[in-house]
């Protein structure tokens, strides 16, 4: 199920690809990018005169006969910019992903490591980053028909792993996330050029509105908001643990969630959400006894590969953004 702020459906009012909020024709000509500049402009020093740009990326590439989604589906996506699967696994296969997830959390040499990332008042493990090189089994499931399948069906392009994870929010103890764009991370600090990526996270534990449900705002996806503030050296430091740069302003967050709403997809063990790279998304604390926790792969198109960041001094680090076919591992 999914926990909205709002009943209305944009869907029955609006055509396929029309959820979008565009600023005035004047505000366009005196500030949107220029042929051949960064079209996703970020972390800057003043604000633009409008509050986003539009998306130039088709959010669905691909067709229904291509890959395991539905026409239905690839709509709902390509409205809503994500799209929830309940019951993706089950059984055996879901318990073995929870060992796997509890081993991978045990281990005592990843603390301290740059790719473990601990809770900020605490030394609880909150992310562990590049699982699909740390763990077979999580190798084995990035590399899934299921999950290949519908990347490259949403993508229309051969897919390869950009970044993976585990995260877990331990019950009383875990912090939210700021809302934020990934995109707009990975384009000012990874160099990705375009709006041709996917997540793709399934939840092994339950989801309910009390342990800090992943909050997404439909519709967010079709727009680009620049955040202000340049990009400190080695900001992942900071930013894994609390996001405080690439946040987008309060009041183009208000003007999104009335006019969208906000969405946080519930249910049990084993569902799968597929979200686009540029959807605004966020967390509150876990505020129940009950963690929460899940494994996570982002798919990038080949053809869409990391170059020169756009907004920071440097990349960062391998772990945070793999290449291509690349080789990774803690020792480097």
Same mark, same amino acid.
């Given at each position: =199920? ?23 024709? !004047? ?5 949107? +990018?220029? +042929? ?36 239905? !589906? ?50 609880? $493990? ?27 069906? $949403? ?10 994870? $585990? ?27 375009? =709006? ?41 430091? !900071? ?8 946040? +987008? ?37 876990? =505020? ?45």
């Amino acid at each position: =199920m999914s926990v909205k702020t709002s009943d209305r459906m944009l869907h029955e009012t609006v055509s396929r690809r029309a959820v979008v909020d565009s600023p005035d024709s !004047q505000s366009r000509v005196r500030s949107a +990018p220029r +042929p051949g500049q960064d079209p996703y402009p970020t972390r800057l020093a003043e604000p633009l005169d409008m509050p986003w740009l539009n998306r130039r990326e088709e959010v669905v590439k691909g067709r229904a006969e291509e890959g395991p989604l539905s026409q239905a !589906q690839l709509d709902e996506f390509d409205r809503k910019g994500f799209l929830f699967e309940p019951n993706f696994i089950s059984g055996e296969e879901l318990d073995e992903l929870r060992r796997e997830l509890a081993a991978l959390l045990e281990r005592d040499d990843f603390r301290g490591r740059d790719f473990a990332i601990t809770e900020p008042s605490g030394n609880e $493990i909150r992310s562990l980053f590049a699982v699909h090189f740390l763990s077979e089994r999580l190798g084995q499931l990035a590399r899934d028909a299921r999950l290949v399948g519908r990347a490259r069906q $949403i993508l229309g392009g051969e897919p390869y792993v950009h970044q993976s994870r $585990i995260n877990y929010k331990p019950g009383f103890e875990g912090k939210g996330f700021n809302w934020h764009s990934d995109f707009e991370t990975w384009h000012a600090e990874d160099g990705m050029p375009a =709006m041709h990526a996917v997540s793709a996270s399934i939840v092994l534990t339950d989801n309910h509105h009390f342990n800090g449900p992943l909050m997404l705002i439909p519709g967010s996806h079709r727009l680009f908001v620049p955040c202000l503030g340049e990009t400190p050296d080695d900001n992942h430091r !900071q930013s894994l643990k609390q996001q405080e740069i690439g946040v +987008p302003s309060r009041e183009a967050l208000s003007t999104l969630v009335r006019r969208h709403g906000i969405e946080a997809p519930t249910g049990a063990a084993g569902g799968l959400l597929l979200f686009d790279c540029n959807v605004l998304h966020g967390s509150n604390a876990n =505020m129940s006894p009950d963690p929460r926790s899940n494994v996570f792969f982002v798919y990038n198109r080949r053809d869409n590969r990391c170059v020169a960041p756009f907004a920071a001094s440097r990349r960062r680090p391998g772990f945070l953004a793999h290449e291509p076919g690349e080789s990774w591992s803690p020792a480097g």
